[in-house]
């Protein structure tokens, strides 16, 4: 995954995000908030209010 760029990263980010929610699955919600955070790809999403 070091290879995949955040752009082509973040759509499937996006889709786990909302199925996660959809499931009310808060601990993979933060499973992929650490994900986020630990490979600084926070500006990725500074647009949502998720996290």
């Known amino acids: 995954m070091e290879s995949i760029t955040p ?3 973040k759509p499937h980010i996006i889709r786990a995000l909302v199925e996660a929610n959809e499931e ?3 601990i ?3 499973w992929i ?3 986020i955070e630990k490979n600084i790809l926070l500006e990725q ?3 949502y209010n998720t996290f």
């Open 24 to 26: 009310n699955d808060t």
């Open 28 to 30: 993979w919600i933060a």
């Open 33 to 35: 908030k650490e994900f």
């Open 45 to 47: 999403f500074e647009d």
């Open 7 to 9: 752009e082509e990263l």
